[in-house]
């Protein structure tokens, strides 16, 4: 069953990156009780850089459990829920088996899938090691970002049920593939293309390659 193992907020903070002070919210604790998943965000949660995270195309962001394991024993350290800065720990949904475009019933939210997530150096700080950015990238376990298209409240233990595919079955991990891994692929390109969930930033940046 697919469902939501952890529901995980966080609010901006001031770490020390060296000698300098950055400000990231990707610091995610597991909460109880139910939340608003609102147009825009989770309630209780924060992002540092709108330009980059939060907002209508990137509401929320959910992550694979099943990556856990592996992560746990090539990293050889335990991982808490939220380390990836998830706001959703979910079961079975893995890169693979998700779609951009794929909408699904969570609670009483509905939600879209709108990019896969791409890792900036906020990650790196949060695992304490700045290399991890490029393996986690070239893994293609990066999880995926939610437009909400109904808002309402959510738990931890909420299924998250399928209710429609998106159109081409343009997975997660093929649309990664496709940005960073195949550029020569202008065919592949097109295909994310014709999805109309696609989010802003990930359409304009295929647009630029296809011309």
């Known amino acids: 069953m697919h469902q939501i193992l952890s529901l995980n907020v966080g609010l901006p903070q001031e770490i020390r990156d060296g000698k300098r002070v950055v400000r990231t919210g990707i610091f995610k604790e597991p909460v109880l009780g139910r939340r608003l998943l609102s147009a825009t965000q989770l309630e209780g949660d924060g992002q540092a850089d709108l330009e980059n995270h939060g907002g209508a195309s990137k509401a929320a962001y959910a992550y694979s459990f ?28 893995t890169e693979e088996r998700v779609h951009i475009g794929d909408v699904f019933r969570v609670g009483e939210a509905r939600v879209e899938v709108t990019q896969p997530r791409v890792p900036c150096f906020k990650l790196g700080l949060r695992m304490g090691d700045p290399g991890f950015v490029g ?57 994310v293309l014709a999805v109309p969930a696609l989010s802003p930033e990930w359409r304009g940046e295929f647009e630029k390659r296809v011309g």
């Open 66 to 93: 099943d990556h856990y394991a592996t992560w746990q024993r090539e990293l050889d350290r335990p991982l808490p829920f939220g380390q990836f800065g998830e706001n959703f720990t979910v079961r079975g949904l």
């Open 135 to 191: 393996v986690f990238l070239k893994s293609l376990r990066t999880g995926f970002y939610l437009r909400v298209l109904e808002e309402g409240h959510v738990a931890a233990g909420d299924r998250f049920e399928r209710e429609r595919q998106g159109p081409g079955a343009v997975s997660v991990a093929e649309a990664m593939r496709l940005l960073f891994f195949a550029k020569e692929d202008l065919a592949g390109a097109r295909r």
